[in-house]
């Protein structure tokens, strides 16, 4: 049964000598929690890494384009030391560094791991091992630091860290919502598209509402047209009981998707309404979209 959800982007965080073999314990636990909560909190985490996510370009230093990319679009972050601190970038000790700051500065939630399997002392970089004891003592004061030494340990810790985040994020939206409620507070912009899913044999549709604004969009609500000639409207799948709205509340930086049910009649472009409220009172943006 299709539910609706927000999508929030998990940055995964790590110098060069965190075991490959973690990656995936940290996926299958960010899998396995989206099919167990992720209806119940309204929340799908997508894990982001630079080593799969983020494009070749050219003209900045790494840091800054993956910064731009990446790191500046995520709501929170997952950061896994060794034995290494990184590569210093222009503004700080190492790459993942500047990113727990980044983030951290711009109040997203932030889990620090530390790996402690065991390892061959002599692969060891005494230097990088030396730079990391330090800026862990550096940061020690304000961050809590928990190790792992096995899967078990790991994919319990990050599934401790999804609830936190969600959580998290979820206090900071009622919050904002308040801020809305009482005039005030940052604003919402929300615009539709259409996302495509390829299966064997099957292509399904979604209708995808991103929430590109600062503040929390409430009463969001979608009308969909066509012209009579060019066949059916489209119709999707949301949360609208009765009168009420489409979506409740879409989180700012998020966005949800809708399943479209679509057949030979419907038509192959419709002009897409969303509406929704926030501070300034009622809101709306039109968009052409077309099932590619």
């Not at 539910?3 to 929030?8: K, L, Q």
């Not at 222009?90 to 939630?109: D, F, M, N, Q, V």
């Amino acid at each position: 049964m299709a539910f609706s959800a927000s999508v929030r982007r998990l940055l995964i965080s790590s110098p060069g000598d965190v075991p490959r073999s973690d990656l995936p314990i940290i996926q299958q636990s960010i899998n396995r929690w989206n099919g167990v909560y992720a209806e119940q909190f309204g929340s799908i985490i997508m894990p982001i890494s630079w080593g799969t996510h983020a494009a070749a370009e050219f003209g900045q230093p790494p840091q800054k384009i993956l910064n731009r990319q990446l790191v500046d679009k995520c709501d929170a972050c997952i950061a896994i030391f060794a034995n290494r601190l990184g590569t210093p970038t222009e503004l700080h000790e190492s790459g993942t560094a500047e990113e727990i700051s980044r983030l951290s500065e711009s109040g997203k939630y932030v889990g620090i791991l530390r790996c402690r399997r065991p390892v061959d002392a002599s692969t060891i970089d005494l230097t990088q091992a030396t730079r990391l004891n330090e800026y862990i003592a550096g940061i020690e004061s304000s961050a809590l630091i928990l190790d792992y030494a096995n899967d078990a340990d790991l994919a319990r810790h990050v599934e401790t860290i999804l609830v936190a985040t969600v959580s998290r994020e979820e206090a900071r939206n009622d919050f904002q919502l308040q801020n809305t409620q009482r005039g005030e507070g940052p604003t919402a912009e929300v615009w539709p598209h259409v996302d495509a899913t390829d299966r064997p044999g099957r292509r399904s549709w979604y209708l995808v509402l991103n929430n590109t604004g600062d503040g929390p969009a409430r009463d969001v609500r979608v009308e969909i047209d066509a012209d009579a000639s060019n066949g059916d409207p489209w119709e999707i799948a949301t949360e609208r009981t009765g009168d009420g709205p489409d979506l409740g509340v879409l989180a700012p930086r998020s966005e949800v998707r809708f399943q479209i049910f679509a057949s030979l009649a419907s038509a192959a472009q419709v002009n897409c309404t969303v509406s929704w409220s926030d501070f300034r009172g009622e809101q709306k943006n039109t968009a052409s979209l077309r099932l590619a």
